[in-house]
């Protein structure tokens, strides 16, 4: 059974560029969130979509937003970036809304994003 | 204020010796509380997970314990070997579904 794939693992951007990214879930699983991991704050949540719906949402401005398709694949996108959106970028999936309650978590690699 | 803080922030051992993380937390109404191996680069592994009613839960070599009274949770790791090289996150889920995340205790393991 693959994993959950993110796509890319590595970019580099400029301030002011935006940038999106792409996440496969587990086959079968309905929920996926995103998170930013940074050395100084840990693992922050951005957002959680479920069956194309976005369930819940973190403390990030406006400029992350995200969505879901109905093949549950999910993108994140960033614009305007800054240098401080420089992180690892986590995705999650779960068979139902696995963010929340005892759903079991699986983690994609990360994509890395690097804000010059 | 929810929170979840872990201790120490690193750790260094010895192959073969054991050690416990600590996680403290202060998250209400309480759900359940996870804790996950993150290898350098690469994403969280789900280690355990415990509700309220669980006090201990294993996986292999990894043994988790939960004090819901004191909002107390640890990890043990017995016997260490040099692939436990990892951060180690204790996350609490709130009944409110949110998820409240420790920074992390980073472990190293040397031969």
């Known amino acids: 059974k693959a994993g959950v794939t993110q796509t890319p693992r590595y970019l580099i951007k400029t301030r002011g560029q935006q940038v999106t990214l792409s996440c496969s879930p587990i086959s079968g699983h309905r929920s996926v969130s995103w998170y930013q991991q940074t050395p100084g704050q840990g693992l922050q949540f951005l957002f959680e979509y479920f069956s194309e719906t976005q369930r819940n949402k973190g403390n990030f401005p406006g400029r992350f937003s995200g969505r879901q398709f109905s093949n549950s694949r999910s993108e994140m996108n960033v614009s305007t970036l800054e240098l401080g959106d420089s992180a690892l970028y986590l995705c999650?999936?779960?068979?139902?809304?696995?963010?929340f309650g005892s759903g079991e978590l699986f983690f994609g690699e990360g994509s890395r994003l690097t804000v010059l | 204020k929810n929170q979840v803080e872990q201790s120490p922030q690193s750790l260094i051992i010895l192959e073969g010796k054991n050690c416990t993380l600590q996680?403290?937390?202060?998250?209400?109404?309480?759900?359940?509380l996870r804790w996950y191996k993150q290898d350098t680069g690469r994403g969280p592994v789900s280690l355990t997970i415990m509700t309220f009613s669980e006090n201990t839960k294993s996986n292999g070599r990894y043994t988790a314990t939960l004090d819901a009274d004191t909002k107390q949770s640890s990890l043990h790791i017995t016997a260490s070997q040099l692939s436990d090289s990892a951060s180690y996150i204790c996350v609490v889920s709130a009944s409110t579904d949110k998820l409240i995340f420790g920074t992390g205790t980073r472990l190293q393991v040397f031969p």
């Open positions: 996680c403290n937390y202060t998250v209400s109404p309480f759900s359940n």
């Open positions: 999650a999936s779960s068979l139902v809304g696995g963010s």
